[in-house]
């Protein structure tokens, strides 16, 4: 591995579709989504999301997020929520080595070199940007 490869590339893989967890959205995100989508708001919340007592989130849908594509990509990717876009640099990182091993483990967007500082500094980097 070069080491001007950057520590962490998306490949686009899906893996972190995957799963019976799923992401909160915020009032903001369901309407870009509902506007992306053509979808009334009232439609959105019908065919996409669960209304929990203090949180609204989307869908899990065999074994995946509700929007992950057949083609393995994000149905929503242009308006996908915060959660979404900064995965997998995830603040658990920065206080959690094994966050961080067993986000890895999952994830191929990782240089396979990578190191748990290098991360964690690509990860404090991130957070900034998403301040």
């Known amino acids: 591995m070069s080491q001007d490869e ?3 590339e998306c490949k686009c893989c899906g893996h972190c579709c995957h799963g019976q967890a799923t992401v909160s959205v915020t009032p903001e995100e369901q309407m870009a989504m509902a506007k992306f989508l053509g979808l009334s708001m009232d439609e959105l919340v019908s065919r996409y999301l669960n209304v929990k007592k203090h949180c609204t989130e989307m869908r899990i849908k065999d074994g995946h997020c509700i929007f992950y594509g057949r083609d393995g990509l994000c149905a929503i990717h242009p308006v996908k929520p915060f959660h979404c876009k900064r995965w997998p640099l995830h603040p658990s990182i ?3 080595e094994a966050a961080w091993k067993a986000i890895k483990a999952d994830c191929p967007g ?3 070199d990578a190191t748990y500082t290098q991360v964690c500094a690509l990860v404090k980097e991130k957070l900034n940007g998403f301040e």
Do not use: N, T
């Open 6 to 8: 950057p520590i962490f």
């Open 94 to 96: 920065l206080s959690d």
């Open 110 to 112: 990782f240089r396979k």
